[in-house]
């Protein structure tokens, strides 16, 4: 859903697709970027269960922490860590 929602602002906001293509820094994060972050948000709207909740909000950190200058690859790890065991409910 989360590709799908980019072919959708190609066709109807492509001044959202441009601010991204021309969007190198990624001081916030990839995930900082106006276009991913409705990506995102589009995707996880129309998660029908928990399960598909955790992966979007997986998907979402990870892209998040991408491109952050002061985030270490361990942080990124620890942040992961935390976060199956918030949802360890929905894996078990």
Request: with cysteine; proline share 1%.
């Amino acid at each position: 859903l989360h590709e799908l929602r980019h072919v959708w602002q190609t066709k109807h906001d492509k001044q959202l697709v441009i601010d991204a293509e021309n969007n190198f820094l990624y001081i916030d994060g990839y995930g900082g970027i106006r276009a991913e972050a409705d990506a995102n948000s589009f995707a996880r709207s129309k998660a029908s269960n928990k399960f598909e909740k955790l992966i979007s909000d997986i998907f979402t950190y990870l892209q998040d922490m991408t491109g952050k200058i002061y985030v270490s690859p361990k942080d990124s790890i620890c942040g992961l860590i935390y976060m199956m065991k918030l949802y360890s409910h929905v894996i078990l």
